[in-house]
């Protein structure tokens, strides 16, 4: 979903406090058409928008441009960035689609030590279906408990408010 009814329903005013002012290196995996992407870009020093669909990578590279933005179609099972190579991995609405087994062992591999993972996604108890509700059944959404149990090493190190059918949560070692 992009446009109106997006910008309306996630409110992404948390990123300037979240990231800071620092120049990062960021991956925002499982980019889709670009909605966050468009959005992390300011505060990239390189932005890897991945994605396994082609398709949604086409409208990513519509949405957002630069010399420090790269465009990886590939699985997130199978990140092709070298260790340690990154500060943040962003997901949003995203990881519930993933190998969460290889996934989350592919984001530890290539997030510095000091890194974090930001995350986006759908409250369970947020609805789904019919008017101005969309995503996934609530039987695939995860909570925040969901997202400590596949990243075992990391803590909540922060929550964050993004609109009222979404939570955002901070993940550090």
């Known amino acids: ?10 409110d992404t005013a948390f990123l300037k406090d979240i990231i800071g002012p620092r120049k990062l290196a960021i991956v925002d995996l499982g980019c889709g058409p670009g909605f966050y992407a ?9 932005l890897y928008c991945i994605d396994s ?18 465009f990886l179609e590939e699985d997130s099972s199978r990140i092709s960035l070298p260790d340690s190579s990154v500060d943040v991995v962003f997901m949003a609405n995203s990881f519930h689609d993933m190998d969460r087994d290889k996934t989350s062992a592919e984001v530890a591999r290539i997030l510095r030590p000091e890194g974090k993972i930001v995350v986006v996604d759908w409250k369970k108890d ?24 596949w990243f075992p090493k990391f ?4 929550k964050f408010k993004v609109g009222k059918g979404h939570f955002g949560i901070v993940l550090t070692k």
């Open 38 to 46: 468009a959005k992390l870009k300011p505060f990239a020093s390189m």
């Open 1 to 10: 979903m992009l446009g109106m009814d997006r910008e309306r329903s996630e």
């Open 126 to 149: 947020a609805g789904q279906g019919g008017e101005g509700h969309h995503g996934p059944p609530n039987s695939l959404r995860m909570s925040e408990a969901d997202y400590l149990r």
């Open 155 to 158: 803590k909540i190190a922060r």
């Open 53 to 70: 669909s082609k398709a949604m990578l086409s409208v990513a590279r519509k949405t957002v441009r630069g010399k420090a933005v790269r």
